[in-house]
């Protein structure tokens, strides 16, 4: 089992930069895939990105491909999303999840963190 704790967010202007990260405990964590969803007020969770237990293959949702970095550090328990270039469309919380199932749907995941809010003014 895993746990999954987010860290990172805030509030922002639009053009800047945040680094999301997602703290694991728990024996699965080096070989989980993980994600990043966001879901703004009103609307269904979406993918974001995610990232292959190895870090060999990543994957980005087409609104953020360009100016969203996924990454992990196994040694750390931790994945990481570096986001650039904010607009006040990425405005949502944030969520990292862990899953065996490499993919990009939500119920393709089995663990969830609580979230951290992104806010991006423009």
């Known amino acids: 089992q895993v746990q999954l704790v987010e860290s990172g967010g805030g509030l922002v202007q639009a053009g800047g930069s945040l680094r999301l990260s997602c703290a694991a405990s728990g024996r699965t964590f080096s070989t989980d895939h993980m994600g990043w969803f966001r879901q703004a007020p009103g609307k269904e969770r979406e993918f974001v990105a995610a990232?292959?237990?190895?870090?060999?293959?990543?994957h980005y949702a087409d609104s953020v491909k360009g100016r969203f970095t996924i990454s992990r550090d196994n040694a750390k328990n931790t994945v990481y999303l570096q986001m650039n270039s904010l607009k006040p469309e990425d405005t949502a919380v944030y969520y990292c999840a862990a899953t065996k199932n490499w993919g990009s749907r939500v119920d393709s995941y089995n663990y969830w963190g609580q979230g951290t809010q992104v806010t991006v003014s423009s």
């Open positions: 990232i292959s237990w190895s870090s060999i293959t990543t």
